[in-house]
């Protein structure tokens, strides 16, 4: 398949087609990108368990301290920036823990920094900056496989010990030879010839949503589905943790929010509270012993499906 920089023929004049095929077009593209993850699906899944044991770390634990990096630049960066912001209200992740090493630094978030995605050497100097260890997960996005920031980044990563991971459009490429586990979307040329904000845009965010999900689940801050770590950060959310807690212990509103606020607003607390039968000090000491892991904490699944 022809590169993530390649013009298509089928594409060709595409701005003079009728409003509704070129539309079609565009929409076709987009499902394609998507269905590509479905080839990716066993990278992915390795790379996720390979992601959650290396930050657990050696104890187990499901907070052994170790960090998520991301780096990219352009599009890939603001989707890895995108990705990032998203794991502390979902999941409880620290923000601290989820660094996003962008080509050009802060200003790129917004607007192009020209030039910025060839400076390897500063890439270089951020991961070091960083501190970046063998605790640690890079995961490193680039449509064309070979951007110099993204290369030079992930290689200085995973010699200082870091999980390296790659999500790459080209099959082949420099950046996924240079990784501990390659997700290679081959979305081919655009629809316009070179933006790779489109195809290849839409099959990272897809693809990193994914990884980065399943990575949380299997750290055990997702239990029965539910966003069990979730930082309840506003009215709607209180609401949600409410209606969660309420649900996955078949009690009450009034006891489920007399738990929540006993654990001030923490979820897997208050479910081991009125399900267990502890104070909150107790369920909290109890789910640190288990790395937060609630289906452990109340013994397995066996427990939950008695009481729930």
């Known amino acids: ?101 962008m080509a050009g630094g802060g200003a790129a978030y917004a607007q192009a920094v020209e030039g910025a995605e060839d400076d390897a050497e500063a890439a270089r100097r951020a991961i070091d900056k960083v501190g970046a260890s063998a605790g640690d997960v890079a995961i490193a996005l680039a449509a064309s496989g070979r951007t110099p920031f993204t290369l030079a980044g992930l290689a200085r990563a995973r010699a200082a010990g870091a999980l390296a991971i790659a999500i790459v459009n ?9 990784a501990d586990h390659a997700i290679v979307l081959p979305t081919g040329p655009e629809p316009i010839a070179g933006s790779t904000r489109m195809k290849a845009g839409t099959a990272q965010r897809a693809a990193l949503t994914c990884l980065s999900s399943a990575i949380f689940m299997r750290m055990g801050h997702v239990w029965r589905g539910r966003m069990v770590a979730m930082v309840p950060g506003n009215a709607k959310l209180r609401a949600r943790a409410r209606a969660m807690v309420e649900e996955l212990t078949g009690m009450g509103e009034a006891a489920a929010a007399q738990a929540l606020d006993a654990t001030d607003g923490e979820i897997r607390p208050a479910v081991l509270m009125l399900l267990a039968g ?31």
């Open 278 to 308: 502890l104070d909150a000090p107790s369920a909290r000491a109890r789910l640190r012993a288990v790395g937060g892991r609630l289906g452990e904490a109340l013994g397995g699944e066996g427990f939950s499906d008695r009481k729930s």
């Open 1 to 101: 398949m022809a590169d993530t920089e390649s013009g298509a023929r089928r594409y060709r004049d595409i701005e003079n087609w009728p409003a509704d095929d070129m539309m079609a077009a565009l929409i076709e593209a987009q499902m394609g990108a998507v269905a590509l993850l479905q080839q990716a699906a066993p990278a992915l899944a390795a790379a996720a368990e390979a992601a959650a044991a290396r930050l657990a770390g050696d104890t187990g634990s499901a907070d052994g301290g170790g960090r998520l990096i991301y780096l990219g630049a352009g599009t890939s960066g603001r989707i890895a920036a995108q990705d990032a912001a998203e794991l502390a209200p979902t999941f409880g992740w620290p923000r601290e823990r989820a660094l996003v090493l």
């Open 170 to 178: 080209n099959a082949g490429s420099e950046l996924a030879g240079a």
